[in-house]
């Protein structure tokens, strides 16, 4: 309990520390201010480009209207937490590394394991925002859209709100090991955009080349993405299922179980990584 | 004690960076490490300084008081100055103080002591490399801690800037506080430390106070208009030995009981005129360059 009590501490110190460093970082406020505009009415420039959409795809009410809008707006938000916070993780721990900041707050007095905790009370906090704007973007938009709206409606959900959270988190630990392992701003970008966007999925399609089974799904970046996965895929899932034998998108138990599983996991491996190596 | 090391190793591969280095750093020291590049200095600085994790041996700060705390009770700097290039010096140090857990209300003091407080406001980013190293210097300050710890503080300085760090450090050091500077400087030390320890490939070859380190060896630097018939004068003389020519004068080592006054009558009792004459002790410099020469 105490060791609990020690964290929560440590954490709430880090997120003040974090401000202090990062508040008036330029890049910073550029991304987060792209992230919040572009992730809150990017939705709403699909009203110029659906009515020109033919079926099978779903009409303009679908995505704008409760309960649907939850899936398209996740999906939105799905896209720019991986690239927009993610590269911002990235950079978040790699400039301490080539600015020697972070060897500096060790020198300071920061022990390795508060300087840890402060970067994971960012993720948690810059997920916690990103989950704000998700909410408040589709409830103020749904609600603009939807013409029936009652309490049940307006939360059927399928507790996207919580694996939308859980979605960010798990993105931007894989941005922060990945940042661990390489250290170089260059290099730890081009391999998270890379593992992220080409690597994982040719190693599951290498792994569906030789054994096809559904276990090709259950890799950390495919969990992560299913955890609010892409409502498109809903319609050729039908027909893949019928040429795979399964669904290519993991049920939101199965991503909510396994995205629970990984990224304490992905933030266990950071951290022995971090504590072993020298600064 | 304020710092006891023991046994200290470190390797990168198969080089050896520092090798059992045992050392003790007494309150109100000034211990200059010195040692030629890559002698370990930084390794060893890193080592105590949490940032650099030792092959084997321990180290304690402060008999072990502050637990796993006691670097918010050192003010050190490694290598560069290291701060968010994008935020100025007052938003810099608050970073530092929050790290080490001090309030502040104001950083004038310290700002003033390294002569920052008219660019306070300034990005660090815009800083002469001579500022940044002032800023570092005034972030080892915040919380006044009892210990300093420098490495290599007058690295790629312009000799106004390293005049200006040296007498900032030289007026640290005379106020009471311990303080650890690595440097190759030799003349640096000799100025500021009241110790050395001197590293090489990652051995302790020689510490103690920098008198202790210094034999007691003299030292002659004379000139005449005719320079034979002094050599050949120096040549003759028991406590005379060890002459080098060098540019425009004769070097060489002479008794310790002999002045300057007696080398002087000496020299025109034999008919000689001496047009320089100057009797100095060994420097650090020739110390070190024996020493490192030896191993």
């Known amino acids: 309990m105490q060791e609990i009590k020690n964290i929560w501490t440590a954490g709430l110190e880090g997120i003040r520390l974090e401000w202090l460093k990062y508040h008036k970082n330029n890049l910073a406020r550029i991304v987060f201010g792209v992230f919040t505009v572009g992730f809150s009415f990017l939705i709403l420039y699909g009203k110029k480009i659906i009515p020109q959409a033919s079926p099978p795809l779903p009409g303009l009410d679908t995505y704008y209207t409760f309960p649907t809008i939850w899936d398209y707006q996740g999906h939105i938000g799905n896209w720019m937490v991986c690239v927009l916070l993610g590269f911002v993780m990235v950079h978040f721990f790699t400039g301490e590394v080539s600015a020697k900041t972070l060897r500096q707050g060790i020198i300071n007095g920061q022990t390795r394991k508060d300087f840890f905790i402060a970067k994971l009370a960012v993720i948690i906090a810059i997920a916690s925002f990103a989950t704000l704007i998700y909410v408040l973007s589709t409830l103020i938009i749904g609600i ?17 709100i919580f694996r939308f959270w859980l979605m960010c988190v798990g993105y931007l630990s894989l941005a922060f090991l990945i940042s661990n392992i390489f250290r170089s701003s260059g290099i730890a970008i081009i391999f998270y955009f890379g593992y992220v966007f080409v690597l994982e999925f040719v190693l599951r399609m290498t792994q569906y080349y030789f054994f096809r089974s559904r276990s ?29 034998g399964f669904s290519p998108l993991l049920t939101s138990g199965e991503s909510l179980l396994f995205g629970l599983i990984y990224t304490p996991a992905i933030i266990y491996l950071a951290w022995v990584i971090f504590k072993k190596r020298d600064i | 004690m304020i710092l006891s090391i023991n046994e200290l190793s470190k390797s990168y591969g198969q080089l050896k960076a520092v090798d059992r280095l045992t050392l003790e750093v007494e309150k109100g020291t000034v211990l200059g490490i010195l040692g030629p590049n890559g002698s370990g200095k930084t390794t060893t600085l890193g080592m105590l300084l949490g940032v650099i994790k030792p092959l084997s041996g321990s180290f304690t700060w402060f008999e072990g008081q502050y637990g796993t705390a006691h670097r918010k009770y050192i003010g050190a700097t490694l290598e560069t100055p290291n701060f968010y290039s994008y935020l100025d010096a007052d938003d810099n140090l608050a970073i530092v103080s929050r790290i080490k857990g001090v309030s502040h209300e104001s950083f ?7 002569g920052l407080l008219s660019r306070r406001k300034s990005p660090f980013k815009t800083y002469s490399l001579g500022m940044k190293q002032r800023l570092a210097i005034a972030a080892t300050l915040i919380g006044n801690p009892e210990v300093l710890v420098y490495d290599e503080p007058t690295n790629g300085l312009d000799p106004q800037g390293i005049a200006e760090i040296r007498t900032i450090l030289k007026s640290l050091a005379d106020s009471g506080k311990t303080v650890i500077m690595a440097s190759h400087i030799l003349d640096e030390v000799e100025k500021i430390c009241s110790h050395v320890a001197i590293l090489k490939r990652g051995k302790l070859l020689a510490s103690g106070p920098v008198g202790f380190i210094l034999n007691n060896d ?11 018939k002094l050599y050949q004068w120096l040549s003759g003389k028991s406590y005379v030995s060890d002459i080098k020519s060098q540019n425009g004068f004769f070097e060489s080592k002479v008794a310790p009981e002999i002045t300057a006054v007696d080398i002087n009558k000496m020299a025109f009792e034999d008919g000689i005129i001496l047009s320089y004459l100057k009797l100095r002790t060994r420097k650090l410099e020739e110390e070190f360059i024996e020493l490192t020469k030896e191993s």
Do not use: C, R
Not at chain 1, 144 to 160: A, C, K, M, R
Not at chain 1, 233 to 243: A, V
Not at chain 2, 108 to 114: G, K, P, S, W, Y
Not at chain 2, 218 to 228: C, L, N, S
């Open chain 2, 108 to 114: 004038d003091a310290i700002l003033d002591q390294v």
């Open chain 2, 218 to 228: 003299q030292f002659a630097e004379v000139a005449a208009p005719d320079m034979e």
């Open chain 1, 144 to 160: 603009i859209h939807t013409s029936d709206i009652y309490p049940e409606l307006l939360f059927d959900t399928n507790g996207i």
């Open chain 1, 216 to 244: 090709m799904l259950f890799w950390p970046e495919n969990v992560i993405e299913d955890l609010v996965p892409n409502p498109f895929f809903k319609l050729p899932s039908f027909w893949m299922e019928k040429e795979w």
